[in-house]
Structure formats: C-alpha cells, structure tokens
C-alpha cells in the first residue's frame, strides 16, 4: 500500500521529539451496498476510504493523528502533529528494522466482491423482496440489503513490527413490516461472514427473507409481554450478544484498568456454574468477527475467559498489555484510521453444554423462551445490561407456547453468569453484529447452546 | 478549508454533469481535536483533519451514490463516474430528482465562533485537568473519572446541485464530557455530566461536573422495586430521548413506506392537550440550530403536533414530491449518504410549572432519571417500548429513596395520549430534542 521506506522514515519522524513508542496504521477500504425498498431498487452506493492514523506513546500520554493524504508529506506532516501531542520524552529511541510478519487469514476468499457484476447483486434483492412479500399477504412492506467491503490494512511500529490484513466481508439483511388487527409488527434477519461472494452459495436469500416475514407475521397475533422476574430460557445462537455484553466488556482490559469493570481483582474466582466456558475466538473460520491480524499487526488469538466457570484473564491490547509486562491478546481493534486502537472483542461466544434442549424447556414450569435477542447494552461498572427481544415465547408447563411481543430483558452481568443452570448440547453461532464502544463500531460475534437462567427481569406491559 | 473553496469544489464537479443527467455534489471538511486526561496526565491527544464528497446522480429516472473520504480531484472524477454507474442498475422512480430553490430566505444564524479557533491546545488539555479534578473533588464517594474529555469541531460544507441549489456554511463547537465512578461499601455507580457550546468560553466546567457526581452518587443504595403500574415524571435527558424516537414516526419516508404508526392520522387527536411539538432548526437556542438541509435548502420551523392534533409530516423533496405536497427543509444526511428525513430540533412547548411543582403533587411515581436500552427496546413501527431505566421513588409528593434494574414500557401511542404535563424547565441538549420534564400516568414499571 505504501513502500517500506516511506514507513520507516514516517516512524522516525514520529519519534524525533522524544516519542518512546510510534505506530503507522494505513488503511484502504472500499465498500458498495445496494438497497431494495418499498418494491424498488433505491440505490447503489459506492465507497472508498483510505488514509493513516499514527499514534506516539510517551509516558502514559498518547499522541494522535490522523490524515487521507498518503503522500511521504503527508504522512510526516500527521507524524509530526502526533509527535507534538504528545511532548515531554527523554528521545533516544529509534525505529528497529522492520520485520514483515503476516499472520493465516482465518479463511480463504474465494470471490471477491468487486469482481461480481452490481447487477448480480441486485438481483439478490429483487429475489428477496418476492420471496418476503410471498409468506403471507399481511407483509405490507419489504427492505432487503446487500453489503460488501473490503478493508486492507498495513501496520508498522517502532518496535520493527510490520504486519498487514485483507479483510473482505459480505452480508445481507431483510426487514419487514406485517399488518393486522392489532397494528404493525417488524421481523428481521440477516446473515455475513468474512467472505466474498460465495456467501450465497451458502444461504438462500429467499429462505432469509421468509424468515425475517415469519417473525413478523409470528407477532402479529403475540401477547403483550408479561412483566417482573421469571426464568428465562435463550434459544441456541440466540442469546451470544447477551454474554457479549453482560461478561465479556467487563472482561476488557481497559475496562478493568479504570475500575469500571465488575469483574476487576476476580481472577480465579469461581464466577459461574462449573459447565460455563467463555471463549473469545478472533481466529474462527467464516465468523464475522474474525481477522488475521487485529489492528495494532496481532495475530488474532483464541483467548479462554472463562473456564469451567473460573475467571481465567482479560483482553488486552498493545498499550495496556506493555504497562503490565505481557503480550497484546490480540483484541486490540479500531474501526477506521481515524481512530485509536482499544480493547474490544472479536467471536465471543459460551461453550456447549451436555443437556438436551428439549429436556431444558421441559423442566422450565413457567418462563420466557428467546429464540432471538435484539440489540442491548451494559453498564460494565456496574454489570447492569438491557437487551431487547426480537422473538419471545411464554413457556406454560413445559411447553413453548404463544408468541410474546417485544419488551425488555434486564438483569446483572455477574448474576447472570451465576444464575446458569442448565447448558444444552446443541451450540450455535448468532447474527453478525456491530459492537459499539465509545463511539467506535467494529465487527463481532456470538453464539451460545440453549441455556437457562434462574431469574431474570422481563419488561412487558401485562400484569 | 472554507466554506467558499468547498462549494467551488461541489460546483466543478456539478459542472461535469451531462445533458439529462442532474448531479448533486456535497462536500465537507472537518478539524477536530480531542484532549482525554486520566489521574492528572494526558491520557491521549488527537488532532485531525477529515474531509469527503459524496455524489448523487438521476438519470434516466434512476438514482446512483458515491463517496469518497479524499477531495483529490482524480478521486472527484472516480466517485462521478462510480455514481453515474451505480444509477444504471437502481430501479426508475418518477419522483426522484434533486431539491430546487423554493425561494425560502435561510434564517440568519451565528454558528461560527472565531474564538474557537484562538484557544490553545494548552489551554484545552488545562480545561479537561480542570473537569477531572473538580469531579474528584465533587463527592468523597467518587473513586475514579473514568475519562474527562474536551474536544471541538470546526466544520465547512457545501452543496451544490445542477438544479441551481448553492448552500455553503460553517460552524464550530466544543465540548467537554466526563464519565465518573461512585462506590460505598461494596457498590459501585456510574454517572456522566457534559457542556456544550460553539466556543470554549460558553463552556461550565463546574456543571458537567455537578452532573457527574450527582448523576454517579444518587443511585447508591438502589434497590429493584416490586412490579407495579405508576405515574412517572421523566427527566429532560430522558424526554429528550423519547422525543428522538416520537420524531422519526413523523418522517414522511416512514409515512409514504407504511412504516409509521401516524399514518392515516393527520388531523386526529394523537396527543393530550398539553402537548404541542415543534422541529425547528431555524431557532438559534437549539445546539443542532443549522440554516440549511442536506439537500441545501432553507430549514424552516414545522408544527407537526399542535395541541395535541398531529399537523404534518416532514419531508425532503422526493418524500415531498411524492406525496404531494414539498419539501420541509428536512433533509438529513452526512456526506457519505444520501438524504434521508428527520427531527433536526425537536422539542415540545414547555408548561407553566417547574418539576418540584410537578412532583408535589403526585402520591405514588417514580422520577426517572436515566434510561438504557432504548434503542432496541422501541419498535417505532408498532410503537411497543420497554426500556431499562433507573431513578427515585415519588410518596406523597416528595422523592425517596433511589431504584434500579426496572423497565418501564407502554406503547409510543399510549404514552402521548398518557401525558398529565409539561414542565416549564425546558433545555437544549447536544442532540437533535431538546429536553424538558414530562408527567406520564400508567407506565408499568417492572421490577422484582
């Protein structure tokens, strides 16, 4: 993307005023989407970014900036406006020689989508707009949407570290409205992998829009959702985003370091039931969260945060790894060149259990069964989280019974955890989703097997 | 860049448009600097320059987009021809086609403050010293600051169409945002306070601060009430919200697309009386106060609920179009997409009263002070809500102890006909709603 030597003279005009620490991060990144909606193809839209964030690292203080100019002057230009921000070191540092080291992409691409005609892709929507409206006359309206990108990124640093990632990703989205006697009902599903085109050799878009339809038209005839604590009993792939948010932001090193994070000093700890295992997994093949390299040039990793329901460590990225003496984990990601790097998750997901499903809602009496959580969010200081359900059913006496409509499911993080009681065998990953975290959203993903929880509080409006 | 050289830019590339093709150039370009301090050091320092153009094309009946986050002029020429493009496949619609001059006179507005440009960085880096240690110093149940931030914008954009639509403009502004830990015994809370303005000079230090501390101690203690159906008194930070949400059911996108829950319901009485809602960017108090819409018209000031009677939808100019009537100046949109519509600054009539007068005189409720999972916890197409939220007790008129891990839920519908007033305490928040108290009756609240 840029030549070697470019970097290097970039690196030490970062370091000439002192800096102990400089990293040149360049990113190009093209993406096109397309977008059906209300029978019509509304648009097409191509995008193309590119440019360089480079961060200095003096003492505690980090200097950053950031430019679209590639150019050798450009590029010294935001070095030396990095290097200003952050003033006050004692020099004496130089750039090591740089070593290129790539890591294994989690998977092969076997069609990239630039090179599929925009006209196949339209198509898809086309495709998926017919098969939605064709699940029940009650479907009143239709938006279905293709995404691709394609990210490729460069890091180096004054370490000598010299790592670069392709990353592609593809994904396809349909939303629809019903109408019946009681008002509007929304479904929703989608699909994405970091993959190209060949995503559509594995799902059927017809089968993703008769999905998304049915939750709506399942709706429809849903009863208000019941208030106050009950058991709750998550689908397979359905619940991921619960531990996503609830454990595993407590679990960013980052987090932990400010004190905002519930599970600070707690490793060791026994902090779940003793089947409960929490991986992050930035190394999974064909998962949305995955990457060869995260973006500080880490090799992505496996990283094991809870095992048999013992805390075992955090995620950690660059900064926060040197200042404890310990290597990055690799979660260590930012969502364009115009951001610092910071501690986020990558595939985050709760190990399979032995128990049959079906077993799990037999022994549920009474409870709430979420066959799809919608998005939600936590206070990590705290561990309280919020989630929405997208599809929900009462369990009576054992048995699924009638379609709930959307409320709230609150609870607590640690309570959570230590309220599992029971983990099926029948493990699942979810849809892809975007993490936020201060402002910043990168890829992620979840999954988790059926499980049951004690107790948690349902917020829906019956008595 | 300014706003003069950005519009020459949108005109060149407007210049390249063919015989029956309408293009729509806008640009923009933004400097920020953004100061994080964290236990008395600099936690980070960024500074940055950003800018993009995006391109619209109709052609033919069809419409293609482009952007690019570079102004490089090969790049300009690229994203023209990618748009033009990507119009080939888009499916024709008669009501497509670029905004045009209306002849509405763009209100006059100061949204530029040299003074921001004048402030040191030393100066900034001191300004967000000051926010962390005055909300150490706030309470001795305050254990850390998580971040306290100062950071400004100053921004230019230009739109520019072969419609004859030229608007340019700039603006600055500047906050400060901390983000605080509370702890007694074995409990921690978290609390946030801000200040906004166009120039650093506008900003309080000491109230962010406030806000903060009071926002992180004031839940310690919490406890998870019992279910129950109560009276709740909204908080302006909390109306400011729902108001966000009640604005985007009044996009006449989600109206034409069947996808509001008032279509149809123009005229009716959707509201109690006491509530009047306005959109007007035009009004110099709003912090999202702008003179034009993202397709380079005059904003205007749009009644869409008077006295509880829904008036009218907001529209840009294919939503207006195609519903028969014209655009609002209601345009929303960043460089990198096409407009959509929506609320640029939305609140409702204040009331008479002030909110300790509004909560003498209930005698069993609950002050909700902050809500989470909103966003997921809304479907504004049926209108069902459930939010997490947090707060005081109300009994017999006075506020008691503080509660947590409850929802409160009803249906956006119910909600509006639902609200007994309106407070007289209205304020602008950073956001495109401004905020005010608001009484609701029969919210359920779930809890234990």
New interface residues.
């Given amino acids: 993307m840029i030549d070697e030597s470019v970097v290097v003279g970039t690196l030490s005009e970062a370091l000439r005023t002192g800096g102990e620490f400089a990293e040149v991060f360049v990113e190009d990144r093209r993406s096109s989407s ?1 977008l059906l ?15 360089a964030g480079i961060r200095v690292v003096v ?11 590639l150019s050798e002057n450009g590029l010294a230009k935001a070095a030396r ?2 290097a200003a ?2 003033r006050g070191g004692g020099g004496g540092h130089r750039v090591a020689a740089l070593d290129r080291v790539d890591a294994p992409a989690p998977n092969e691409i076997e069609v990239f989508p630039e090179t599929v005609a ?2 196949t892709k ?1 198509e898809l929507l086309g495709r998926a707009d017919e098969a939605a409206r064709a699940a029940g006359s009650a479907i ?2 239709v ?1 279905a949407r293709y995404a691709d990108g394609r990210r490729r990124i460069l890091v180096a640093n004054s370490d000598g570290l010299l790592a670069g990632d392709d990353q592609v990703r593809t994904r396809f989205a349909v939303s629809c ?1 019903a ?1 019946g006697d009681t ?4 479904g929703f599903e989608s699909v994405g992998r970091p993959i190209g085109f060949e995503l559509f050799d594995e799902y059927e878009v017809d089968a993703l829009a008769r999905t998304a339809a049915n939750r709506a038209l399942t ?1 429809l005839a849903a009863q208000p ?1 019941p ?3 009950m058991p709750v009993v998550i689908g397979p792939g359905g619940g991921g985003v619960l531990f996503h948010e609830a454990c595993g932001h407590g679990l960013e090193a980052d987090l932990v370091a ?3 994070s ?1 599970f600070r000093n707690r490793v060791g700890e026994q902090v779940a039931h003793p089947e409960v295992t929490l991986i992050d997994d930035g190394t999974m093949a064909r998962e949305w969260g995955a990457y060869a390299i995260d973006d500080e040039g880490r090799p992505a990793q496996r990283n094991v945060l809870i095992e048999k329901g013992v805390l075992t460590d955090y995620m950690w990225d660059l900064l926060r790894a040197r200042k404890e003496g310990r290597e990055s984990s690799g979660n260590g990601r930012r969502q364009s060149y ?1 951001h ?1 790097p910071m501690v986020r998750m990558t595939n985050t997901y709760l190990a399979n259990g032995t128990e049959d499903p079906q077993d799990i809602i037999a022994a549920t009496d009474r409870g709430v069964y979420v066959a799809h959580l ?4 936590v ?1 990590t ?2 561990g ?5 359900m997208s599809e929900a059913y009462l369990i009576v006496n054992g048995e699924i019974g009638p379609p709930i ?4 499911l ?3 993080g640690p309570d959570v955890l230590a309220g599992i009681e029971a983990l099926g065998n029948d493990f699942a990953m979810g849809s892809p989703g975007t993490c936020g975290k201060d402002g910043q959203g990168v890829p992620v993903g979840d999954g988790t097997p059926t499980l049951r929880v004690a107790s948690m ?5 019956a ?1 | 860049m300014n706003p003069e050289e950005l519009l020459e830019i949108a005109e060149r590339v407007v210049g390249w448009g063919r015989d029956g093709e309408q293009i729509e150039a806008v640009v923009g370009h933004g400097r920020e600097t953004e100061v994080r301090v964290y236990e008395g050091e600099i936690e980070s320092l960024s500074v940055a320059e950003s800018q993009g153009v995006g391109i619209r094309v109709i052609a033919d009946g069809r419409q293609g987009f482009a952007h690019a986050g570079t102004l490089d002029p090969d790049v300009l020429e690229e994203t023209l021809a990618e748009a033009r493009d990507n119009a080939v496949f888009g499916s024709p619609d008669e009501f497509f086609g670029l905004a045009e001059p209306d002849g509405v006179a763009p209100p006059d507005l100061d949204l530029y403050n040299e003074a921001l440009l004048k402030f040191s960085t030393e100066a900034k880096i001191d300004m967000a010293l000051e926010l962390e240690r005055a909300v150490q110093a706030g309470d001795p149940r305050i254990v850390g600051v998580e971040s306290a931030d100062y950071g400004d914008v100053v921004g230019a954009d230009a739109i520019a169409t072969t419609t004859g639509i030229r608007s340019s403009g700039r603006d600055t502004s500047c906050y400060l945002t901390a983000y605080s830990l509370a702890s007694e015994g074995d409990e921690t809370q978290t609390g946030f306070g801000f200040s906004v303005g166009r120039e650093p000079g506008s900003l309080d230090v000491a109230e962010a601060a406030a806000d903060a501390v009071e926002r992180a101690t004031r839940m310690l203690g919490a406890t998870q009430p019992p279910t129950e159906r109560v009276t709740v008194v909204l908080d302006p930070f909390v109306t400011a919200q729902f108001l966000g949400i009640i604005g985007g059911t009044m996009s006449g996108e989600a109206v034409l697309k069947g996808r509001s829950l008032f279509a149809d319901r123009l005229g009716d009485q959707v509201a109690a009386a006491s509530v009047t809602l306005v959109d007007d960017p035009t009004n110099p108090e709003a912090f999202t106060a702008s003179d034009a819409d993202g397709e380079g018209l005059a904003t205007r000031r749009n009644l869409l609920i008077d006295r509880g009677e829904l008036k009218r939808f907001l529209h840009n100019s294919y939503t207006g179009r195609r519903s028969g009537t014209a655009s609002t100046g209601s345009a929303v949109r960043g460089y990198s997409s096409t407009p959509g519509v929506g609320c640029q600054a939305l609140s409702l009539e204040p009331g008479d009263r002030p909110p300790a007068e509004l909560i003498a005189g209930i005698a069993n409720g609950v002050l909700v002070q902050g809500v989470s999972g909103l966003h997921s916890g809304v479907n504004p197409v049926s209108g069902d809500f459930s939010t997490g939220a947090e707060g005081l007790r109300i009994r017999n008129g006075e506020l008691a102890e503080p509660i947590r891990e409850i929802t409160i839920a009803s249906t956006l519908q119910r909600m509006l006909l639902d609200v007994v007033e309106v407070g007289s305490d209205l304020t602008w928040l950073p956001m495109s709603s401004a905020g005010v108290s608001l009484v609701v009756a029969e919210v359920t609240m779930s809890g234990a």
């Fill in positions: 397309a909606d209300d029978g019509k193809v509304e648009e097409l839209t191509s995008g193309r970014t590119r440019g003492g505690e203080t980090t200097g950053f900036a950031h430019t679209s100019d406006a990095a921000a952050a925009k006209g339209v009143s309206q938006s409205v109408v008002g509007m009902q929304t709706k959702a208030s106050g604590s400010k004190q905002a519930v115009q610092l919608g998005g939600g969010q206070n200081a705290t309280d989280f919020v989630f929405g409509r959307e409320g709230n609150i609870g607590n509080t349902i917020g829906g409006t008595a």
